[in-house]
């Protein structure tokens, strides 16, 4: 994870905070594109320079991690919920 991640005494993310998302999708060609339209509509700062793409051991699936500034947890978890509403995810971590 992010050296920029903080937890609270009790465990939970202190915000604003950078905090990695994954999201695993079917290999196509535009998952990336797509993954970062989908962020980007909820007018959230990705950091492009830590975006990895990971396939799978057989090919058809794909590990997409993109860091993102979330400033709540509200924020965090609509990028989550645009994430899973893409056809190309499979599951999000």
């Known amino acids: 994870m992010t050296d920029d991640l903080r937890l609270d005494k009790d465990g939970a993310l202190e915000f604003p905070c950078r905090y990695p998302v994954k999201a695993l999708t079917r290999t196509r060609e535009q998952a990336l594109d797509q993954v970062l339209a989908a962020i980007a509509a909820l007018d959230v700062a990705v950091d492009h320079e830590t975006v990895t793409i990971r396939p799978s051991r057989n090919g058809r ?3 997409i991690t993109v860091e993102v500034e979330v400033d709540s947890r509200p924020t965090l978890e609509a990028v989550y919920a ?12």
């Open 61 to 63: 699936f794909q590990s």
């Open 82 to 93: 645009a994430l899973r509403a893409l056809d190309i995810v499979v599951m999000t971590l």
